[in-house]
């Protein structure tokens, strides 16, 4: 089996740690000299911001204070996805980081509940890193991608694909 990791809006959430009174608010990160959208909280997305969105054409749209824009800190970032690899390599057998923030481990040999570990494995990685992150298990690479995102990031529990 495998399991994937995938953090929920990955530089918004490593905004949202570093600075907590973001949560629920309505975050995009602009890339750099604000040229576009490169990521965006689900409040964001429901506001009908696109990603990729040239900044100047998406500001436009909306009244100040109806978003909260941010330039990338990438630094910040990579230290943030350190953090969790390093986590998740402590936890998982056979880690494979794919990008900053979605990894893969090859589950092979583990004899103990999946399902069960992936939620406490989600617990952990919430309280120990304080990021929110999709965790799927199937037996390819391929499957846990293709779960629904309401199916992981909606409920906030890893599912088993079968």
Known sequence: ???ITDVDNCFVSC???RN????GKPV?????????VIARSNEAKQLG???GEPYFKMKGRFSPG????LPADH?????VSDELMAMLREECPDLHQYSIDEAFADMAGVTTDLKKWGEQLHLKIRERVGLPVSIGIAPSKTLPNAIPPTATAASSTPTSGA
């Open 66 to 69: 109806q978003y909260i824009a």
């Open 49 to 51: 911001i696109a990603m």
């Open 28 to 36: 995009i990160v602009l890339s750099a000299g604000e040229a576009a």
């Open 1 to 3: 089996m495998i399991l």
């Open 15 to 17: 905004e949202r740690r």
């Open 75 to 79: 630094h910040y970032y990579k230290q």
């Open 20 to 23: 907590p009174e973001l949560e």
